[in-house]
């Protein structure tokens, strides 16, 4: 069964203190990784896709990385308007997308 | 283009009665998909779509659940009767493309109280 674990849970950081999320995954034949950010009563935003071990995606403060068992998005001097909870997902060769339960990022001014 | 519309946005009903929440995915998105968030279980597939046809409604909880897609520009997700453990955001989100490549593009939600 496809399976999405994002670690950690929640995380505190100072602005500007550089951090990285994890996100370990198992899937039957790899179609994409997404990652989301979802702030508080809004539905998840679309941020990135990487389809294959290598692969890197990055935007503004946010980085993207791809291995075959997991990702990271690697936050580089992280500014409070930062703060929100990150998604991962995976895209499997049965069309399902399943997520994970996210991490929650707290950036403190 | 609008995004994905769904409504209403807040519901509070009464153990027993029936809800109804809806969906128009983005014009043109052949993949519709239903979720539900908790803070326990995050993001839980319940269905999806693809050209209006369901394939998979194995994360549909029970048989009190159901959704149809009558046509390429609305959705319905119907909980008959519904039950406190019910109570939750419900998610739909609509792709174009090859399914489990294309980003998902979601909707507000719909808050669901049951009391």
């Known amino acids: 069964e496809d399976q999405v674990t994002q670690s950690p849970e929640a995380l505190r950081l100072q602005e500007g203190e550089s951090s990285s999320l994890n996100c370990s995954y198992t899937v039957s034949g790899l179609r994409g990784l997404f990652w989301y950010r979802q702030d508080p009563g809004k539905g998840p935003e679309f941020l990135f896709t990487?389809?294959?071990a290598g692969e890197e995606k990055e935007k503004e403060r946010l980085k993207a990385t791809l291995t075959k068992k997991e990702s990271f998005l690697h936050i580089t001097a992280p500014k409070p308007e930062d703060s929100a909870t990150y998604l991962c997902a995976v895209g499997g060769r049965d069309d399902k997308i399943i997520f994970g339960k996210g991490t929650r990022l707290h950036i403190l001014p | 283009d609008a995004g994905v519309i769904q409504s209403p946005r807040h519901e509070v009903t009464e153990m027993g009665q029936e809800v109804t929440l809806r969906c128009k995915p983005i014009s043109g998105h052949d993949y519709l998909f239903w979720y539900r968030q908790t803070m326990m279980r995050g993001l839980e597939l319940l269905i999806y779509f693809n050209n209006n046809v369901p394939i998979d409604d194995s994360g549909m909880p029970e048989d009190r659940f159901s959704a149809k897609m009558p046509n390429a520009s609305f959705s319905t997700l119907k909980i008959q009767p519904s039950e406190p453990r019910d109570s939750a955001v419900y998610f739909c989100?609509?792709?174009f493309g090859l399914g489990g490549r294309s980003p998902l593009h979601f909707g507000n939600g719909t808050r669901l109280t049951v009391t």
């Open positions: 989100a609509s792709s």
């Open positions: 990487l389809y294959s």
